[in-house]
C-alpha cells in the first residue's frame, strides 16, 4: 500500500484541479463576460446564477495546495518560490472579486467601481492562473532538489499564450453555464459568445498541442513515440469529436450540453496535460515518487479526506440541487 500512497494523492490533487477548474470556471467566466453587456438586469442575473455556488469552488483550491504542501512538501518547495509572483497576485485578485460581489448588492445604485473590480478580479485570477500554469508546463529550474531560477522565469510568451488561453476557456465555460442556467436576452447573448469563444478556445488548444511536444524532446517523444500513437491518438480524436458536438448544440441552443461538452473539453486537455508530464510533479527533474513525504504521513492526512471529502461533495450536491433551474430577472440569491 505505502508505493501507491504518492499516486492517490497525486491523483487527489489533480481531481481537485479539475474540480476546481470546473466550479470556479464558471463564475470566473461569468465576471469576465461582464463588460461585453452595460444591461442592469442582465448584469444581476448574470451574478445571480452564480451567486448561491461561488464562495464555495475555492474550497478545491484549499485542497489542492494543502495536499501539496502534506504529501509532496519538496514539490511545494520548488513550485511556491518558482511561481510566488502569479499565485499571489492570483490570490489578491480573487479577494477583491470575492469582495466586489458581496458589496456590489448593498451599494446599488453606486456600484460601478464594484462592476469594474468583479471583472478585473475574475480577469487577473484567470490570466494568474494560466500563467501558472505555462510556467510548470515549461519546466522549472532545481539544483540540488531546490528552485534554482529566479522569480521571474514563469513569465514567457508560452505562459502569457497560456493565460490568455485560459481566459478564453473561463469565458467560454461561464457562457454556456449562462445558456444552461438563464433565458432571453442573456442565453441568447451567451449562445453568440459561445460559439465564437469555441474557436478561439480550439485555436488555443491546437496551438499548445504543437508548441508543448515542438518546445520539449521529453514531451515529443511521450506522444510521437512508434509504440504510444496507437494508445493516445483517441485523446485528440475524442477532443474533435467533443468540439463539434459542442458547435452542433450551440447552433440549436439546447440548454444543458454546451456545459456538458465544454467541461468534456476541458477534462481532455488535462487528460493531455496529465500523458506530457507524468511521472514528473516537477518537470523535468522531480518525480511523484522523489517528492512524497513519509508514508505515515500521506496515510495520516488521507484518513482525513476519506471522512471530509464526502461531507464536502454532499454540501455541493445539495446546494445545486436547492438552487436548480432557470434564474429569471428580479429572481436569485444573494
Not at 25 to 36: E, K
Request: aromatic share 16%; charged share 10%.
Amino acid at each position: 500500500m505505502e508505493e501507491w500512497l504518492p499516486f492517490v494523492w497525486a491523483g487527489i490533487i489533480g481531481l481537485a484541479v479539475v474540480f476546481y477548474v470546473i466550479a470556479d470556471g464558471f463564475d470566473l467566466g461569468i465576471g469576465i463576460l461582464f463588460p461585453f453587456t452595460s444591461d442592469e438586469e442582465d448584469r444581476d442575473v448574470m451574478m445571480n446564477s452564480v451567486a448561491p455556488f461561488w464562495d464555495g469552488n475555492e474550497t478545491w483550491l484549499v485542497l489542492g495546495g494543502g495536499g501539496l504542501l502534506v504529501a509532496f512538501p519538496l514539490a511545494y518547495s520548488i513550485i511556491m518560490p518558482a511561481l510566488y509572483v502569479p499565485l499571489i497576485l492570483m490570490l489578491l485578485a480573487l479577494i477583491f472579486r470575492g469582495v466586489s460581489f458581496e458589496f456590489r448588492w448593498v451599494s446599488k445604485p453606486n456600484h460601478k467601481a464594484w462592476d469594474f473590480a468583479f471583472w478585473a478580479g475574475s480577469t487577473v485570477a484567470t490570466f494568474c492562473q494560466g500563467l501558472v500554469l505555462g510556467g510548470f508546463l515549461q519546466g522549472i529550474s532545481v539544483t540540488d532538489e531546490r528552485f534554482s531560477g529566479n522569480a521571474l522565469d514563469f513569465l514567457t510568451p508560452f505562459s502569457i499564450m497560456c493565460g490568455f488561453g485560459l481566459v478564453a476557456g473561463y469565458a467560454l465555460i461561464g457562457a454556456t453555464w449562462l445558456i444552461m442556467r438563464t433565458e432571453g436576452r442573456v442565453m441568447e447573448r451567451a449562445v453568440k459568445q459561445s460559439q465564437i469563444l469555441l474557436l478561439i478556445v480550439l485555436a488555443f488548444i491546437v496551438i499548445v498541442s504543437v508548441w508543448t511536444p515542438l518546445s520539449s524532446e521529453r514531451i515529443a517523444g511521450r506522444w510521437f513515440a512508434m509504440e504510444r500513437i496507437l494508445w493516445l491518438w483517441p485523446v485528440p480524436l475524442a477532443t474533435a469529436a467533443l468540439a463539434w458536438f459542442a458547435w452542433a448544440k450551440l447552433r440549436l441552443e439546447w440548454s444543458a450540453w454546451p456545459f456538458v461538452a465544454v467541461i468534456g473539453l476541458f477534462l481532455l486537455a488535462f487528460v493531455g496535460l496529465g500523458i506530457s508530464t507524468y511521472p514528473y510533479i516537477v518537470p523535468p527533474d522531480i518525480t511523484i515518487v522523489q517528492a512524497a513525504s513519509s508514508p505515515s504521513t500521506q496515510m495520516f492526512m488521507l484518513w482525513g479526506v476519506l471522512i471530509l471529502l464526502p461531507v464536502i461533495l454532499g454540501y455541493i450536491v445539495f446546494v445545486y440541487y436547492t438552487f436548480r433551474g432557470k434564474v429569471r430577472p428580479g429572481e436569485g440569491y444573494h
